[in-house]
């Protein structure tokens, strides 16, 4: 999918550019093959993205978030579909993608937690990618 992969070339530039490496990140995705998709592009490029939806167990999904909760974890970012819109707290997180289409946009609180204050004063990034042409990045 070449949005994916505009997705990915876009994470790699940034997560550099601002942070000079890799940060934990959760993405959004349009839906499960689409998440797919995205562990597959960023394993190409030598990340380790996790996608999680409603197929897998939930000891699966509970394990692959305590990991991804740990500071020294290898997991370089979460990838969901709607799992992790509410009741997710993991205060290193540092961006935040948003690669649906705006006909499935996450709800403010979603949004909203990608934006919290991060420690020293700096602000979460936080980005909306246009997905298949549905809008422009925020």
Known sequence: MRITGDIVQEWIKKTHEVFGRPRKTIVFCAGVAHGQDLVKQFAQK?????????????????????????????????IATDILTRGFDVPDVMIGVSA???????????????????????????????????GRPS
């Open 46 to 78: 030598g990340y380790n993205f996790v996608s999680i939806s409603y197929k897998e167990t939930s000891e699966f999904k509970k394990e692959v978030i305590e990991n991804f909760s740990k500071p020294d974890t290898d997991i370089h970012g979460l």
């Open 100 to 134: 649906r289409p705006f006909s499935k946009s996450l709800s403010s609180g979603g949004r909203g937690s990608g934006l919290r204050q991060a420690g020293r004063g700096c602000t979460r990034a936080c980005r909306t990618a246009p997905s298949a042409g549905c």
